[in-house]
């Protein structure tokens, strides 16, 4: 229990700042029910402890349920959520869950559909698939459970390629996808299901927002998969030589997951309904400049970079313009790369012990 509250301790600075930021937002979930899918992933995690935060820091007298697959294995994930009386859990697949009793006034879709498939070994057309099918049946919940206001945590990989002479994706941009691909068939998915949202919206009577997430750094965030900078931050862990695949060259952009929860709460409360906003960073660091920082943090020289530039014209980007978000909800990114990679560390390093 002592590494526990040593990690919430980590935390508390955090939430502070989420609550905060969005304390005159929380208003309209007192004494309401919310549901939501994805509540044991990273983005759920931060979604819990802010939202349980201001529950009980502002006296809402809201409730959260959980939908999940393995009630168990979050138990002991993180048995300070698990046990407190303000979240239920409900057992089942996004993608034919049996629907809750009672209303819900918000709905959250945060899952990860294709957390489960990878490029290798799954058609994309599984992915595209599996992404719109959990988005229609969270959609027929809410219609269910008379939902006014639905979240639904889409990707920026809607955009599929983004153009190398474009340096912030905008919202309006309308993309290029090859589904063919695996990345692409995942946004082509998102994509479809962000439609889905707009037409729910207008025939059912309630307001859906849409969130297009890049990239992030935090905790809870999965060290194991396709991140490159959650595999960076594993090497550094483990005090291991921290290996590049490919030759560095690409940008990516981070938001801290304390800013991820201030904007997806924000987008919630105050988002035009079926407007997308992207949500991300944009400051941009290449991968490999992302590997020399988290080297620097523990002094450790070793950066193992498996391939040499070979190419000529411009390096691939996947960073987002966040100009809507910022003039319409006020939103920013409020701690830098820096700060976000040691907080994600120190919090890791207590969960370790």
Known sequence: MGDWMAMENILKKDLGSILEDTSVLWGDLRGKRIFITGGTGFFGCWLLESFLWANESLGLNASATVLTRNIERFQKK??????????????????????????????????NEAVNYSSSKDAPENVKNAIIQSAKH?????????????LYTSSGSVYGHQPTDLPHIPETYEGV?????????????????????????????????????????GPYMPLDANYAIGNFIRNVIKNEPII????GTPYRS????ADLAIWLWTILFKGE????????SE??????????????????????????????????????????????????????????????????LTQSR
């Not at 993180?78 to 009672?102: E, K, M, R, W, Y």
């Not at 996808?177 to 692409?184: I, N, P």
């Not at 037409?199 to 009577?205: H, S």
């Not at 981070?254 to 997951?257: D, S, V």
Request: aromatic fraction near 12%; include cysteine; hydrophobic fraction near 35%.
């Open 273 to 280: 309904s079926g407007r997308p906003y992207n949500v991300g």
């Open 254 to 257: 981070y938001l801290y997951a």
């Open 138 to 150: 969270t959609l027929d919940f809410a219609r269910h459970c008379g939902a006014s206001n639905f």
């Open 78 to 111: 993180t048995p300070h959520l698990a046990a407190n009386p303000s979240i239920q859990f409900h057992a089942g697949d996004v993608h034919s869950f049996d629907f809750p009793d009672g209303e819900y006034s918000f709905v959250i879709h945060a899952s």
């Open 283 to 348: 400051k941009e660091y290449t991968i490999a400049e992302i590997a020399r920082t988290l080297a620097d943090f523990l002094h450790s020289p070793k950066v193992c970079i498996s391939e040499k530039t070979s190419r000529s014209g411009p390096a691939e980007r996947y960073v987002p313009s966040v100009r809507r978000a910022h003039d319409e909800l006020g939103l920013s990114q409020r701690v830098d790369l820096k700060d976000a990679i040691e907080r994600t560390i120190s919090w890791l």
């Open 177 to 217: 996808r090859d589904t063919s691909q695996f990345r692409f068939a995942h946004g082509e998915g998102k994509k479809t299901a962000e439609d889905l949202c707009r037409e729910y919206a207008e025939k059912y009577c309630f307001a859906a927002k849409i969130a297009r997430c890049f990239s992030f750094v």
């Open 244 to 247: 590049v695949k490919g030759d």
